[in-house]
């Protein structure tokens, strides 16, 4: 590895910082593929440095994109991520994986010469596409060119090129699409904007692909050689159901740094939605089921009661004033409590937890997630350390949303989020 450390390379911030305002957040393999709600990942290096020196094996239970497992390799340490969202998965397994330069390179040059070639066949939608979607979508060229950028990495043998191109490809699926830029649930562009916009598919593949090049070559100057990189094992387990022994065995991890969706899928962020083109052209089966597999997906019949004296008033407020809403919420606290409590077993006595949350505010009413992580880790035997206070500069996040439903009216929503950290006794 470098005798460069993390810690020269970074602008470094006042000591009790945790905001990162205007700190890039994009280096190394942190460049690629967009995400809602990414971490910064400088708050998992700090987190890293601070609480876990030592550490040699980091878990994610809801990795995303894998920033918190890129930097646990940065660090020389095995990591372990689960998302149930196939895409997230495959940028994790993609920023993750040491990929043999010469071997890139040779496909890189391949495709820039096939970007060049005059392609007179007709190439006909994989089956698995719904043609009247893909022409809502996407215009006919635009189907053309996708097609054949596809067929290109159809035939790419080496697996960890492969998914170099694809990460490439997703993303350019996305600024290809009719979609509205700038949006991550799916808009469609209106009729008079669509007739004026002509999407150049190869020429945003090539801006893409040269983009991830130079991303993972400093990655690579930084970590060296393939025995540097630790393996990142990304698996698709749901933390509320269990977690399989054979993925992840009881007491092994030393970390766990995390940000947990803020809310259900519906009303917070659309992972699902973000991810449904890309995820239909790569043949996720789950494509089009994401967001209800998601935390708080799930319909909840009569109101639990939480160990959280705050969180059971806070919901009978909400309650009083819309019963389906408090029902959607303690949906999704009832998952992050099991979810704890199967994540509180894989980590070994002293080892730490770390997780990112935001307070909503519903109905005019405050949620303290904050406390609620803080309760639902000490009933597995861990203690408080610390609960940091950071704003969100960089996150795209709804930051307001309406109390009431009234149009016009709005109420403040996460736009702070407290990182809470707990040591297991
Ligand atoms: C805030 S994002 C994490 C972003 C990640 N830290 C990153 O930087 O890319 C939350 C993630 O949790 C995933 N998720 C939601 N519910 C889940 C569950 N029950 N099990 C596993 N992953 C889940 C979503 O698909 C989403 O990718």
Redesign the pocket.
Known sequence: MSTLSLFEMRPRKAVDDWTFRGANTRYFTHAYHD?P???IPQIADRLLREYAPSARSLF?????????LVEGLLHGMETYG????PL?RLLASAKTTYIDERTLDSSLRKFMEFSMETHSEDLELPPWLDEDRVRFWFKPRAVVDLRRVYSFIEHIEDKPTELFFLTAFSETIRECSNTRPGEFKLFRRPKEELDRYTPDVFGTMMTKLGRNREAYGDMLGFMGPKSNWKPSHIFDF???SGIPTDALGRGLVDVVI????YGDSRTTVA?GQFSRLSSEWLAFPEARRVDSM??GGHRLRSMPVFSSEKLNGALSIIAARDKQRALEISAFYQ?LEK?IKNVAAVVRSGGVVCYVVANRRVRSVDLPTDENVVVFFRECGFRHVATLRREIPNKRMPSRNSPTNESGATDTTMVRENIIVMQKE
């Open positions: 995400y709600a990414r971490m994610d239970p809801y990795c995303g994109t894998g920033t918190t689960t998302d149930l969202n997230a749901d933390t509320v995390t940000s947990p969706p992972y998601l935390l998952d979810s």
